[in-house]
């Protein structure tokens, strides 16, 4: 089975410019998770989509936001990216069910010059 | 505040020791609670889960305590093994179901 995918691996942008990332989640999962993991800081909640919709969003600016495709598949997109953005961007599924375990994707390490 | 403190020194233990780790929280009242591992670069996965109902909960050579009372958790490695070496993540489920809320991690170093 295969498991969660993002890409690109890395992306580097500059100042000012927009990043998109993409995450495909397990197949049978309906729920997406993305989070932010700064150097030395821990992973900050983000956004989380179930079935096409947005339920719950992170302590961060509008110019963070999403989407979720039919398919379960979703991006993340940065807005007016600034030098403190850089970071691991993660994504995780799960089946929707509380309680159940985040499966983690390997992440996409955006640099902003 | 919410807060949610691992210990941020990384512990080194001898092959063979139990690794203790410490999460402990301020201003939650979880539901449950989660361990995962991750490597370096990589993404963190997932450990063992365990409610506010329960005290302890052990997969193999992994034990973990829950406190409600204390408002902490205790992670515990026994027989460890160079493999173990990682940083280990605990996260809380907060007010939303499924937004999970992570400790920064401690790293755990096992020397042969």
């Known amino acids: 089975e295969a498991g969660v995918t993002q890409s690109p691996t890395h992306l580097i942008k500059t100042r000012g410019q927009k990043a998109t990332l993409r995450c495909s989640p397990i197949?049978?999962?309906?729920?997406v998770y993305w989070y932010q993991q700064a150097l030395g800081l821990g992973l900050q909640f983000l956004l989380w989509?179930?079935?096409?919709?947005?339920?719950n969003r992170g302590n961060f600016p509008p110019r963070f936001s999403g989407r979720q495709f039919p398919n379960y598949s979703s991006e993340l997109n940065v807005n007016a990216l600034e030098l403190e953005d850089s970071a691991l961007y993660l994504c995780?599924?799960?089946?929707?069910?509380?309680?159940?375990?985040?499966?983690f994707g390997p992440g996409t390490r955006l640099t902003v010059l | 505040s919410q807060k949610i403190e691992q210990n941020s020194e990384a512990l080194n233990i001898q092959e063979g020791k139990t690794a203790t780790l410490t999460c402990n929280y301020t201003?939650?009242?979880?539901?449950?609670l989660q361990w995962y591992r991750q490597d370096p670069g990589r993404g963190p996965v997932f450990l063992l889960l365990?409610?506010?109902?329960?005290k302890e909960k052990r997969k193999e050579r992994l034990k973990v305590t829950f406190d409600t009372t204390l408002k902490q958790s205790l992670f515990h490695i026994t027989a460890s093994q160079p493999a173990d070496s990682a940083t280990y993540l605990c996260?809380?489920?907060?007010?939303?179901?499924?937004?999970?809320?992570f400790g920064a991690g401690t790293q755990v170093v096992v020397t042969p």
């Open positions: 995780a599924s799960s089946n929707g069910l509380a309680e159940n375990e985040q499966f």
């Open positions: 197949s049978g999962h309906t729920s």
């Open positions: 989509y179930d079935e096409g919709e947005e339920r």
């Open positions: 201003n939650y009242s979880p539901a449950y």
């Open positions: 365990i409610r506010e109902n329960e």
């Open positions: 996260a809380l489920a907060t007010d939303s179901w499924g937004k999970l809320q």
